[in-house]
């Protein structure tokens, strides 16, 4: 297993897992909330607006946020005014309607609008995107041990065989620092069946094509009844251009 799949594997399962972890937090923290707090009805008064700004391409985007700001009044009768605790890019409520709120007793400014979205939007998101990079970071590691796997059998029992070189494409479907990196692609006719497959090469991350203009073959280590276990063999190049 190649070290930059290691690195990218327990990143991405730690991110996962934090997420998990924090999905679980903030899912038993509501579920505590919803246990101890009062409910009352409240009034949205008005909106705090935040405004970010982010460039692409040369462009400048300007995203608005509106968060809701509500007010209600405690079993003694006093009246507390509270942010919302999320925002989004339209206003759920116009000013003066009604919400259902609910407020811890010792502590009314600990407050939220009893909705989907102060509930249970931080908890879902956090899930769906802790499933994602978990399980991101799990394929990855499976993938690298089936491949450390089908290299430890090529070296054993592989067959060496010349491949035909057809160039080095850049491969854009990996990006690790905004980079992506070379791969030198080759194609190889079965003998038997007179199947053609096409292989790329493991990661080059420099252009090589000024190293490769002489070359017409390039050698390979393959299964003949699973051409999908092989290895393009690049040692020729140097690890660093």
Do not use: C
């Not at 919803?34 to 607006?49: C, F, I, L, P």
């Not at 007793?105 to 908890?123: G, H």
């Amino acid at each position: 297993m190649g070290k930059l799949v290691w690195v990218f594997a327990v990143i991405f399962t730690l991110i996962g897992i934090g997420m998990l972890v924090g999905s679980g937090w903030t899912t038993g923290t509501t579920l505590k909330f919803r246990k101890q707090a009062q409910t009352t009805e409240g009034q949205v008064v008005s909106y705090d607006t935040e405004v970010s700004e982010s460039r692409s391409n040369g462009r400048t985007k300007r995203t608005t946020m509106y968060r809701a700001i509500f007010e209600f009044r405690d079993t003694s009768g006093t009246t507390h005014q509270v942010k919302a605790g999320s925002s989004s890019s339209s206003k759920g409520y116009a000013v003066g309607d009604k919400v259902p709120v609910r407020f811890m007793p010792d502590n009314p400014d600990d407050a939220r609008i009893d909705s989907f979205m102060e509930n249970w939007f931080a908890p879902l998101l956090l899930g769906v995107l802790g499933t994602v990079f978990f399980g991101i970071g799990i394929g990855s590691f499976a993938a690298g041990i089936t491949k450390a796997r089908n290299r430890k059998w090529l070296k054993a029992h592989g067959q060496r065989v010349q491949a035909k070189f057809t160039g080095a494409i850049y491969d854009t479907s990996l990006k690790v620092n905004g980079r992506s990196p070379y791969r030198v692609t080759a194609q190889w006719q079965h003998p038997t069946t007179n199947a053609m497959h096409s292989f790329k090469s493991d990661a080059i991350w420099y252009d090589p094509n000024d190293l490769l203009r002489e070359t017409e073959y390039v050698d390979m280590l393959l299964n003949p009844d699973n051409p999908k276990v092989h290895e393009v063999d690049i040692s020729f190049l140097p690890k660093d251009a």
